[in-house]
């Protein structure tokens, strides 16, 4: 099946080189397991889990029925003052599959919206503690927290925010790509002390204006960038002393990518608040989820007024949508039955390994993992840091493989289900790849 140049025309596709996709179309029409079948009728290997979605693969039966099942039953139900019981039931399995501590669920139907929701509900907290003057947030240089005004103004990629305000009252602190680190494996032995900026923006701005710190406990769309040992204990003993909040943007790294189930398990870190998204429902339906204490939850409850007030006005049209959350109690039982997190940490070895048999490729200047997550900078061009990626991807497309490219990195992360040939024909296809280009 192909698109005329007109029937094209008028999609304007997110985070793509349309002029150049236009050209040269790549569709997929169907997919199943750990392949996506192509316009052309191509097999072609899924290595970034759709977009770090659908790590149980796709098509998977259990997600199909049940949201057959409640688009018959309950297609929409209204979520402002009227509920329906998925929503709780789901909420309740979050909780369960959360550290504890976490123990309020609140929906919404994307990663971008988990996280502004997360940073108003930081800002709230404080105001509704009486402490209006906490309401700067503390972001990451090189920190990806999606597309809204809120993520974007704490994120911290250069080219993401380029074209807009600052649209949040921000600052930053160093990311943690070292050269000293290069080709580590896991996390890097080096940095924990960059953690220790977060003491200088407290002593520039001072505790009294901060309401959060925001980082992702393994910054994915950066490249794949790992915490190094002891910096993300030291953010937290930071934010502690000073009564800042800490925000987990968990929309990659929660439900099971990094061999456990949520970064903050993994990294033995557990935040104030934690953002969830993307393998919630296996990418099958739009959700997020903004995960927090009860203590937070119950500060919005006692300073609510009279209680047929609503304590929060936030909230989306489709938060705790009836299909997305059947979806979701369906994706994270399989995930649970199928012990695919411990699948992942079993595997993540040979992903590593496999891996980092590129660090002898060409253009290959660094390469980082952890879990199913690996990530590669490549020599730049003079001048255009982003071209050779795009390069290698397309390569890697006409081999029959899937991967991601963003700024100067290509990004990999099969589905928890790859087998161990699969990985090595990713790994293959990249590696050709490289050197047809050298
Ligand atoms: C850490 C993180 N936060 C937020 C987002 C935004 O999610 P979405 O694209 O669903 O809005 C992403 C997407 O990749 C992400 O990686």
Not at 236 to 263: A, Y
Request: proline fraction near 5%; include cysteine; aromatic fraction near 10%.
């Amino acid at each position: 099946m192909t698109l005329t140049n007109e029937e094209l025309n008028a999609h304007w596709m997110p985070f793509t080189g349309n002029r150049q996709f236009k050209q040269h179309p790549r569709l997929f029409v169907a997919a199943d397991g750990a392949y996506y079948t192509d316009s052309e009728g191509r097999q072609v290997f899924d290595g970034l889990s759709g977009l770090w979605t659908c790590g149980l693969g796709h098509s998977r039966d259990e997600i199909n029925a049940a949201v057959s099942k409640q688009v018959a039953d309950l297609d929409y139900s209204p979520g402002f003052q009227y509920g329906h019981p998925l929503s709780f039931k789901l909420a309740n399995k979050v909780v369960e599959l959360t550290p504890a501590g976490l123990d309020r669920v609140f929906f919404t139907d994307s990663g971008s919206e988990t996280v502004d929701t997360a940073l108003k509900i930081a800002q709230g907290y404080w105001r509704t503690k009486g402490q209006p003057g906490k309401s700067k947030f503390i972001g990451r240089i090189k920190g990806y927290h999606g597309v809204n005004f809120g993520g974007v103004g704490v994120g911290g990629i250069g080219f993401n925010r380029k074209l807009f305000d600052q649209s949040v009252d921000a600052d930053h602190i160093s990311h943690t790509l070292l050269d000293e680190n290069r080709f580590s494996r896991g996390m890097p032995e080096k940095g924990a002390h960059l953690a220790d900026e977060l003491e200088e923006l407290v002593l520039l701005h001072d505790a009294s204006n901060i309401a959060a710190v925001i980082v992702e406990p393994l910054s994915g769309t950066s490249g794949v960038l790992p915490p190094p040992k002891g910096y993300l204990n030291r953010l937290r003993e930071i934010c502690d002393k000073h009564d800042i909040l800490l925000i987990f943007d968990e929309v990659i790294t929660g439900f099971g990518r990094m061999g456990s189930m949520t970064g903050a398990d993994e990294f033995g870190v557990i935040p104030d608040i934690m953002t969830l998204a993307k393998q919630i429902t296996n990418g099958a339906i739009p959700l997020g989820a903004v995960v927090l204490g009860a203590e937070i939850y119950e500060t919005f409850m006692d300073k609510g007024g009279p209680d047929y007030m609503v304590e929060f006005p936030h909230g989306y049209t489709y938060s705790a949508h009836p299909v997305a959350c059947a979806a979701s109690l369906a994706a994270l039982e399989v995930l649970v039955q199928e012990n695919l997190v411990e699948r992942v940490k079993q595997m993540s070895p040979v992903f590593e390994k496999a891996l980092h048999s590129l660090s002898t490729a060409p253009f290959v200047t660094d390469i980082r993992n952890y879990g199913f997550a690996g990530g590669l900078s490549l020599e730049h061009y003079p001048g255009e840091p982003l071209r050779r990626p795009f390069e290698i991807g397309l390569k890697c497309f006409e081999k029959g493989f899937y991967i991601r490219w963003g700024a100067d990195t290509l990004q990999l992360a099969p589905p928890f289900i790859a087998s161990e040939a699969d990985i090595d024909g990713l790994i293959n296809a990249v590696g050709e790849s490289l050197h047809e280009l050298s």
